[in-house]
């Protein structure tokens, strides 16, 4: 049985101030939660991070950073390699967001290079993929996803690397208030997990998280959970909030 994975994606949101009221908060209501059953991860922005673990540390909420560069080192201003986010003990690494992907102009190659990066430093990734509203109209969602796949995946062995996580998350439904349906959702996580049963193993496919992401709620993250595939959610707008993060815990912790 996989566990559940709530992670928040607070994006540039949160001062420091509210930053370090809310995972105070946070820690205070969620000491009994079974981590056996449900991991909490959190990605602040990255001047936030050293902060949070200090008051993270020896909980069971995960702190982790919303990107990592491409790069070991060298002239690339404003950029934080894995090997930073290593020293100072970050739990993991949000790769591929498609915002990275659209405000960025970020390629498969370009994540795929920043998956290696944190797989040698013992970071575990949360790789994003997704379609667009266009591409899913055009009917061609699966194409999309699996052409993902292939470059974010390449020379990747999985099977050595089952930490490593999948988000999905429909462009279509990122900060629009509109959801992929529990249906609609499955189709896809059914279609990433059987991509990596033929490309590794039943074992690899069955032992790996694959999360949702786009507009995930209290009031929808129980049928979204309740599917198959669907192992968690990646969230934005709704972890910024203490009692809603809290409550979306509290949720799949029941289920």
């Known amino acids: 049985m996989r566990k ?39 990605a602040p922005t990255s001047i936030y991070l050293t902060e949070l673990l200090a008051l993270s540390k020896d909980s069971n909420l995960l702190i982790g950073s919303q990107d990592v560069s491409s790069h070991n080192n060298g002239a690339f201003t404003g950029e934080i390699s894995a090997e930073m986010l290593k020293s100072i003990s970050v739990d993991f690494s949000i790769i591929g967001h498609s915002e990275r992907r659209s405000y960025h102009n970020e390629s498969n190659e370009m994540i795929n290079t920043k998956l290696k990066k944190l797989i040698e430093q013992g970071i575990r990734p949360i790789v994003c993929i997704g379609e667009t509203l266009e591409q899913r109209e055009a009917n061609v969602t699966k ?32 900060g629009t208030g509109k959801t992929a ?27 790996i998280h694959i999360l949702y992401g ?16 669907i192992d968690g959610g990646l969230i934005g707008g709704a972890s910024l909030k203490v009692d809603s993060y809290k409550e979306m815990v509290n949720i799949a912790e029941k289920l």
């Not at 540039?12 to 079974?34: C, G, I, Q, R, W």
């Not at 349906?181 to 032992?207: G, L």
């Not at 929808?220 to 309740?226: C, D, F, K, R, V």
């Open 4 to 42: 559940i994975i709530v992670a928040g994606n607070w994006k540039m949101n949160h001062t420091y101030s509210e930053a370090t009221t809310f995972v105070k908060s946070l820690l205070a209501n969620v000491k009994n939660v079974d981590d056996s059953k449900v991991e909490m991860l959190i």
């Open 181 to 207: 349906s529990p249906e609609q959702a499955e189709e896809v996580h059914s279609i990433i997990r059987n991509w990596i049963k033929d490309n590794y193993s039943m074992e690899t496919a069955e032992q």
């Open 143 to 174: 194409q999309v996803i699996i052409e993902q796949l292939k470059g974010c995946f390449l020379d990747i062995d999985l099977s050595n690397n089952q930490a490593i996580v999948i988000a999905y998350e429909p462009v279509w439904a990122i």
């Open 214 to 229: 786009g507009s995930v709620k209290p009031a929808n993250i129980a049928e979204l959970l309740a599917q198959p595939n």
